[in-house]
């Protein structure tokens, strides 16, 4: 049988050894898996939990910042720390829609067209500069992140599962650069914008970093199986009405934004409840309380919104505007406990 539909059927059998509730084994293996990024992306922990927190919510991360930072780094060594199918596909102005999904080539001998399976086809895609391809290129990605399939020629390949992209991007005002569509941006789960290590982690880099890179001996902590048990578990996790309530009042509070001209999706709010699940996983927790929506909320939303003319000369960001909504939405008081 396909090892990518043996992957799906450990992901949904409910036989699978793996507990209903996050418990010891859910904490040891995220543990594992943050502290092997630890080892080798230095002093961004956050991050490195947002990251994690993304794969269990089995969306798609993109990571934004300047060159130089670790934003390639992180995702690489999150691939390594998983023993699955991992590609890595360098986005270019000449890359073509097919050189990311496949193509189907025609067979001499067998006198039949063949598909040829493209990078696409992995269980975590790292997409290194997604925004020096062009519109055309990246759009080849929105059928594959939303509906976990590829259609070639009127035939549709499932992707394995988990599946996953990380990609990477510099900011828009950089030279040679196309912004992605507010489609595609919608599409990934959350954002992270990597930023500076302070000084010390920056000093332990130069110590650390000079004469071997500690992505090298990154060996996997965690297995495919482990992985689908974990996201089995979090979607076990429980949400009360109340907190439902809150997260559907801070997507209404942002399309009523006077300085927004795009509010929050309602992909994007059943995207937040998913990552809040996770981060309380995380925690320890089987159940979301309204400050697991909260710590998530800007690196969920902020890179879906749109401002208006006078926000942006006023200086606002999507990140104070989410912050503006998260002060002014009452937050929800009475959360159910199964």
């Known amino acids: 049988?396909?090892?990518?539909?043996?992957?799906?059927e450990v992901a949904d059998d409910p036989r699978s050894a793996a507990p209903d509730v996050p418990g010891a084994g859910f904490h040891e293996i995220s543990t594992?898996?943050?502290?092997?990024i630890d080892t080798v992306i230095d002093g961004k922990p956050e991050a490195a939990r947002l990251a994690l927190t993304v794969l269990l919510a089995q969306g798609h991360l993109l990571l934004e910042d300047v060159p130089g930072v670790g934003k390639t780094m992180?995702?690489?060594?999150l691939a390594r720390t998983i023993d699955c199918t991992v590609n890595r596909i360098q986005f270019t102005p000449d890359l073509l829609p097919s050189d990311v999904t496949g193509v189907s080539i025609f067979n001499q001998d067998s006198r039949r067209f063949e598909f040829r399976r493209g990078p696409v086809f992995a269980n975590i895609v790292i997409g290194d500069e997604i925004n020096r391809a062009s519109a055309k290129t990246q759009s080849s990605l929105l059928e594959c992140m939303e509906e976990h399939q590829v259609t070639v020629d009127g035939h549709t390949h499932p992707l394995g599962a988990p599946f996953m992209v990380v990609a990477t991007?510099?900011?828009?005002?950089?030279?040679?650069?196309?912004?992605?569509?507010?489609?595609?941006?919608?599409?990934?789960?959350?954002?992270?914008?990597?930023?500076y290590p302070?000084?010390?982690a920056e000093a332990d880099m130069l110590e650390t970093h000079q004469s071997v890179s500690p992505l090298e001996a990154i060996r996997p902590v965690a297995s495919v199986a482990d992985i689908a048990g974990m996201m089995r578990q979090v979607r076990g996790v429980y949400v009360s009405p109340a907190v439902k309530d809150y997260t559907v009042s801070i997507g209404r509070a942002t399309r009523e934004h006077p300085r927004l001209r795009l509010g929050a999706s309602p992909r994007s709010l059943l995207q937040l409840l998913r990552a809040a699940?996770?981060?309380?996983?995380?925690?320890?927790?089987?159940?979301v309380l309204p400050d697991d929506i909260a710590a998530i909320a800007d690196a969920v939303l902020a890179h879906r919104l749109l401002l208006d003319r006078k926000a942006t000369s006023a200086g606002d960001t999507a990140s104070t505007i989410v912050a503006d909504v998260l002060a002014r939405v009452p937050v929800a008081r009475e959360v159910q406990r199964r």
Request: proline share 5%; net charge negative.
């Open 1 to 8: 049988m396909d090892v990518q539909h043996n992957i799906a």
């Open 32 to 36: 594992r898996i943050l502290d092997a």
């Open 74 to 77: 992180l995702a690489k060594t």
């Open 169 to 195: 991007q510099n900011p828009i005002e950089m030279e040679g650069t196309y912004p992605l569509p507010e489609a595609q941006r919608d599409r990934f789960m959350a954002r992270i914008s990597m930023g």
């Open 198 to 200: 302070d000084a010390r």
């Open 277 to 287: 699940k996770a981060g309380a996983a995380l925690e320890g927790r089987d159940f």
